[in-house]
């Protein structure tokens, strides 16, 4: 006789199950932001994934996986990649902030008439002398922290 026999009971569960409700996509990865740009970036020069490769000297594999957001790349194998495609790290990764932020912006709308959105800030270029792009500085309370309760 097996345990299962003579202990039929019932399982309840701790906490409530949730509401269906319409989940919010998940959080976007830094590394699957990155592997678009470098994707998107070698789709729109035609190249191969063996020719960037092989002008990063990265293995075909590995920069597949990067691509896929499967791996998360060192600094150089970014910066070897970026320079294969004819781009600095600093393109690869203000691409990739760019879409991050498009992404962070899309997930803070309003899903229903009734929900609100809390927050709202963005962060603002400021521009030095002769009309030069500065850095990035947050706007809003805590400089740019969002605190939602």
Known sequence: ???RATNPADVIPLR??????PALPREPLWRDLVGEVLRRERQAQ??????????????MPYLS?????LKEASSEVLAAAAQAL????????ALAGERLVS???ARSRPRSP?????????????????G????????GPMGGVLLAA
């Open 65 to 69: 996986e990067v691509e896929r957001g």
């Open 46 to 59: 035609g190249r191969t994934l063996k020719d960037v490769a092989e002008a990063a000297r990265i293995s």
């Open 86 to 93: 004819g781009l600095n790290l600093a393109d690869v990764l």
């Open 16 to 21: 409530p199950l949730p509401a269906v409700a």
């Open 1 to 3: 006789m097996s345990i």
């Open 132 to 139: 030069s792009v500065g850095a990035m500085r947050p706007s």
């Open 114 to 130: 009734g929900s609100s959105v809390v927050g709202g800030h963005r962060s603002v270029r400021s521009t030095g002398p002769a």
């Open 103 to 105: 992404l962070a912006a």
